[in-house]
Nanobody, 124 residues
Framework: QVRLVESGGGSVQAGGSLRLSCVASGYTTNRRSVAWFRQAPGKEREGLAAITTGGGSTYYADSVKGRFTISQDKAQNTVYLQMTGLKPEDTAMYYC?????????????????WGQGTQVTVSS
């Protein structure tokens, strides 16, 4: 099994920045890639960015490319999501998820392990 714990959410004004953290534990074969998703009330879950924990390959959704950066600290089993230039439409619950796939996917169906989420609220 894999356990994922997110932190770093909060309330910021538009244009601000936040760094989310996702600490992973459990079988490494089940977390060959880690991704960040978000879900706003009444909307579908949206994949944002992914990283392979071995090689560090990354993939970004067009909606966050250039504003969000995914990275990892292997020694700490932690994946980060640095968010800059935040907009009110970025307000959502943010989740990290782990997959046994070797590719950096942001397709929710590829992920079997999810954290509880951390809330991000951006005010105008």
């Amino acid at each position: 099994q894999v356990r994922l714990v997110e932190s770093g959410g909060g309330s910021v004004q538009a244009g601000g920045s936040l760094r989310l953290s996702c600490v992973a534990s459990g079988y490494t074969t089940n977390r060959r890639s880690v991704a960040w998703f978000r879900q706003a009330p009444g909307k579908e879950r949206e994949g944002l960015a992914a990283i392979t924990t071995g090689g560090g390959s990354t993939y970004y959704a067009d909606s966050v490319k250039g504003r969000f950066t995914i990275s990892q600290d292997k020694a700490q089993n932690t994946v980060y999501l640095q968010m800059t230039g935040l907009k009110p439409e970025d307000t959502a619950m943010y989740y990290c998820a782990a997959s046994p796939l070797f590719i950096p996917s942001i397709e929710p169906g590829h992920f079997g392990f999810w954290g509880q989420g951390t809330q991000v609220t951006v005010s105008s």
